[in-house]
């Protein structure tokens, strides 16, 4: 487990191409059934998905020399899984949540959504939402202790997927303050 200290910052404009790069890379490796050349919707419109909608942010985390080590994502979700009870509420997708393996188990995993979560907050996002799969060793088990909770379990594009919820607000998000924080303050996060 390595306990180097890394900054969370929101993704720009100006980090999309590298940004992109890595999260295409990392898909192809974690998912080598997918048809690579295949680049999904939030991936091929990432400015407007991430960066310019007012429910989308992409975080990255770095060393403190600048080497990329994990992102996260969220986006606007567009209720295209009719079959699941999710009502109208403002709610976002929480995607691309890919931790370099060297520095999975220290802790990054859940800064980085803790830091998204904020973000959710100050956007009046009401519920975020996210689908992961069994094969993925440890997602489901990892999304339960932030809090998320199943609400189906079924087959989608030929794959067994979990399909999970979280109210945003919630009395208790490890101490974290109920009011909005800053963008700034989410520009410099860190975490040991």
């Known amino acids: 487990m390595n306990m180097e200290q890394h900054i969370i910052t929101l993704v720009e404009e100006r980090h999309k191409d590298e940004i992109l790069s890595y999260v295409i890379a990392f898909r192809k490796k974690l998912f080598p059934m997918l048809d690579s050349d ?3 919707d939030d991936l091929r419109f990432f400015e407007e998905t991430y960066i310019t909608h007012p429910y989308g942010a992409f975080l990255q985390a770095r060393t403190k020399s600048g080497k990329l080590v994990g992102v996260i994502g969220m986006m606007a979700y567009d209720f ?3 079959h699941l ?3 109208q509420r403002p709610t976002v997708e929480v995607a691309r949540l890919f931790i370099e393996p060297d520095v999975r188990r220290s802790g ?3 800064t980085l959504f803790q830091a998204l979560l904020r973000c959710a907050r100050e956007r009046s996002i009401e519920r975020l939402y996210l689908h992961t ?3 993925l060793t440890g997602a489901y088990e990892f999304w339960l202790k932030q809090d998320f909770s199943l609400v189906d ?3 989608e594009g030929g794959f067994s997927t979990i399909h999970m919820e979280r109210q ?4 208790d998000d490890n101490k974290i303050s109920r009011k909005n924080p800053s963008a700034n303050s989410l520009l410099q996060t860190t975490e040991q």
């Not at 945003?168 to 009395?171: A, D, R, S």
């Open 38 to 40: 295949k680049i999904p």
């Open 80 to 82: 295209r899984f009719p």
């Open 85 to 87: 009870p999710l009502d």
């Open 108 to 110: 990054l995993g859940t």
């Open 133 to 135: 799969h069994p094969f």
């Open 153 to 155: 379990f079924c087959e």
């Open 168 to 171: 945003v607000l919630q009395i």
